[in-house]
Antibody
Framework: EVQLVQSGAEVKKPGESLKISCKGSGYRFISYWIGWVRQMPGKGLEWMGIIYPGDSDTRYSPSFQGQVTISADKSISTAYLQWSNLKASDTAMYYC??????????????WGQGAPVTVSS | QSALTQPASVSGSPGQSITISCTGTSSDVGGYNYVSWYQQHPGKAPKLIIYDVSNRPSGVSNRFSGSKSGNTASLTISGLQAEDEADYYCSSYTSRSTEVFGGGTKLTVL
């Protein structure tokens, strides 16, 4: 069974750094793209970026390029999303999700439970 | 890249059919057959219900169907049920090798 388990809720102050995680199991971690999606309170889904753990090929939405860093550690089947300088506007739910279909460039099949991040002074 | 355009809300009665549109450009929806649809109930993670324009993942009801014409994709839900009340999002692969979501549509089952 494919599962993505995300790290827990975070409360941080503006200017702080943060790294949240997403551990995959039940599938070959290095072979499938893992994406990150933001959902601000009461708002819609926003596609942030995606990584191929096998070779760390990473693509970012223009809206998030330079604002966050996506990475993966193959040895522990875990993907990460990190910030170096949090802002109040980063307050949101963050989902990781994996595409386990080959020969497709769209859609995310399995989702993590979400990680709420609150940034407040 | 701009978000794909969806109606903010649609509604229908049980048993009826509804269609949600998703309009993009030739750089996303119109250029690739990689449109997906997601269902999200309040407080839950999104669930993939259609991928590659018209394919249903295993376990998804055949009451959900997808199609595309030009720069507009559509999700049709037939035989509406109360449990279908949720937010629906489309997404598409883009010419930047990224994806983009639509703004979301709230479906109300009357």
């Amino acid at each position: 069974e494919v599962q993505l388990v995300q790290s827990g809720a975070e409360v941080k102050k503006p200017g702080e750094s943060l790294k949240i995680s997403c551990k995959g199991s039940g599938y070959r971690f290095i072979s499938y793209w893992i994406g990150w999606v933001r959902q601000m309170p009461g708002k819609g889904l926003e596609w942030m970026g995606i990584i191929y753990p096998g070779d760390s090929d990473t693509r970012y939405s223009p809206s998030f390029q330079g604002q966050v860093t996506i990475s993966a550690d193959k040895s522990i089947s875990t993907a990460y999303l990190q910030w170096s300088n949090l802002k109040a506007s980063d307050t949101a739910m963050y989902y990781c999700a994996v595409r386990v279909r080959e020969f497709s460039y769209g859609g995310l099949d399995y989702w993590g439970q979400g990680a709420p991040v609150t940034v407040s002074s | 890249q701009s978000a794909l355009t969806q109606p903010a809300s649609v509604s229908g009665s049980p048993g009826q059919s509804i269609t949600i549109s998703c309009t993009g450009t030739s750089s996303d929806v119109g250029g690739y057959n990689y449109v997906s649809w997601y269902q999200q109930h309040p407080g839950k993670a999104p669930k993939l219900i259609i991928y590659d324009v018209s394919n249903r993942p295993s376990g998804v009801s055949n009451r959900f169907s997808g199609s595309k014409s030009g720069n507009t994709a559509s999700l049709t839900i037939s035989g509406l049920q109360a449990e279908d009340e949720a937010d629906y999002y489309c997404s598409s692969y883009t010419s930047r090798s990224t994806e983009v979501f639509g703004g979301g549509t709230k479906l109300t089952v009357l």
